[in-house]
Nanobody, 115 residues
Framework: QVQLVESGGGLVQAGGSLRLSCVAS????????MGWYRQAPGRQREPVAA???????EYADSVKGRFTISRDNAMNTVFLQMNNLKPEDTGVYYC?????????WGQGTQVTVSS
């Protein structure tokens, strides 16, 4: 059974930092895609950052230069280092992983940035 577990969310003041982690269990093969999404209250879920097994990294324009995605393939883990956080970064952050033509989501972790 595949399970993604996120951690690292919390409450932080504007300008602060947080590091999110997401660990996948139940995968017996290399994970092609690891990504982070977020959903603010009253808004649709949106992509934040992605990391592929080929080494490609992609970021939403709103987080470029502030967020960094990284992955530990041996541990089936993806990280999101978030610096210089802004109130508009507030939301529930979800990790997504894809392999063998299947897509899996974590339960989400709350990030709240106060002004």
């Amino acid at each position: 059974q595949v399970q993604l577990v996120e951690s690292g969310g919390g409450l932080v003041q504007a300008g602060g930092s947080l590091r999110l982690s997401c660990v996948a269990s139940g995968s017996d093969t290399r994970i092609n895609y690891m990504g982070w999404y977020r959903q603010a209250p009253g808004r649709q879920r949106e992509p934040v950052a992605a990391a592929t097994s080929s080494g490609r990294r992609e970021y939403a324009d709103s987080v470029k230069g502030r967020f960094t995605i990284s992955r530990d393939n041996a541990m089936n883990t993806v990280f999101l280092q978030m610096n210089n956080l802004k109130p508009e970064d507030t939301g529930v952050y979800y990790c997504n992983m894809q392999w063998n033509w299947s897509s899996y989501w974590g339960q989400g972790t709350q990030v709240t940035v106060s002004s």
